[in-house]
C-alpha cells in the first residue's frame, strides 16, 4: 500500500504542476506580429510571476481580461516556462444566479452592460448612458406575424 500511495503522490504532484491557478497581474500586451496570440502576465499563487503566457480564446470571441482576473494555466510539457491560459474570469464581474439560468447564455461587460439570449428572447441592456449602436449599409428589422415594435423614450429622432 506504501507504494502505491507514493505512485499516487508523485502523479498529482507531475499533474499539478502541470494545471496552475494564477491570478492575473498586469494588463494584457499583444506583441505577436501576426495578432494571432494575446499574451499575459501573471502571478501564481506560489508569488511566481510569469511573463508572455500565452491566452487561447474561442473563435469568434475576443477579450481583454481586467488585472487582477483569475486564470487557469496549462504547462502542457510540465516546464512552468511555457504556459498557456485556457481560461479567464473574474468572480467580481461574473453573472449573478438570477441574471442567468441553465441553458442561457450571457456575454456581460464589467460595467453592467450586456446581451444575454434565453428560452424568452435576447436582451441587449445598457446600464449606463453609452449607446447602442447598430451600423450598415441596410438594417432590417423583421417582424413575425402580429409582432410588435415599440419605441419609448424621451427624445427620440428619426433621421431618414
Same mark, same amino acid.
Given at each position: 500500500? #506504501?507504494? $502505491?500511495?507514493? $505512485? %499516487?503522490?508523485?502523479?498529482?504532484?507531475?499533474?499539478?504542476?502541470?494545471?496552475?491557478?494564477?491570478?492575473?497581474?498586469?494588463?494584457?500586451?499583444?506583441?505577436?506580429?501576426?495578432?494571432?496570440?494575446?499574451?499575459?502576465?501573471?502571478? +501564481?499563487?506560489?508569488?511566481?510571476?510569469?511573463?508572455?503566457?500565452?491566452?487561447?480564446?474561442?473563435?469568434?470571441?475576443?477579450?481583454?481580461?481586467?488585472?487582477?482576473?483569475? +486564470?487557469?494555466?496549462?504547462?502542457?510539457?510540465?516546464?512552468?516556462?511555457?504556459? $498557456?491560459?485556457?481560461?479567464?474570469?473574474?468572480?467580481?464581474?461574473?453573472?449573478?444566479?438570477?441574471?442567468?439560468?441553465?441553458?442561457?447564455?450571457?456575454?456581460?461587460?464589467?460595467?453592467?452592460?450586456?446581451?444575454?439570449?434565453?428560452?424568452?428572447?435576447?436582451?441587449?441592456?445598457? %446600464? +449606463?448612458?453609452?449607446?447602442?449602436?447598430?451600423?450598415?449599409?441596410? #438594417?432590417?428589422?423583421?417582424?413575425?406575424?402580429?409582432?410588435?415594435?415599440?419605441?419609448?423614450?424621451?427624445?427620440?429622432?428619426?433621421?431618414?
Amino acid at each position: 500500500m #506504501v507504494g $502505491l500511495n507514493n $505512485l %499516487k503522490s508523485f502523479f498529482v504532484s507531475k499533474i499539478s504542476s502541470l494545471i496552475i491557478k494564477a491570478i492575473t497581474t498586469t494588463s494584457i500586451e499583444i506583441p505577436s506580429e501576426k495578432g494571432i496570440f494575446q499574451f499575459v502576465n501573471i502571478n +501564481t499563487f506560489k508569488d511566481n510571476p510569469k511573463n508572455d503566457i500565452v491566452r487561447l480564446q474561442e473563435y469568434g470571441f475576443y477579450s481583454v481580461p481586467l488585472k487582477g482576473g483569475e +486564470t487557469i494555466v496549462l504547462f502542457p510539457n510540465g516546464s512552468q516556462d511555457e504556459g $498557456l491560459i485556457v481560461k479567464t474570469s473574474n468572480v467580481k464581474y461574473d453573472p449573478i444566479d438570477d441574471e442567468i439560468k441553465e441553458g442561457d447564455t450571457m456575454i456581460k461587460h464589467y460595467k453592467g452592460d450586456f446581451i444575454k439570449i434565453t428560452d424568452d428572447g435576447i436582451e441587449i441592456n445598457s %446600464k +449606463t448612458d453609452k449607446p447602442i449602436v447598430v451600423n450598415g449599409k441596410n #438594417v432590417d428589422i423583421n417582424l413575425i406575424t402580429g409582432g410588435k415594435f415599440t419605441v419609448a423614450g424621451d427624445n427620440l429622432t428619426v433621421d431618414a
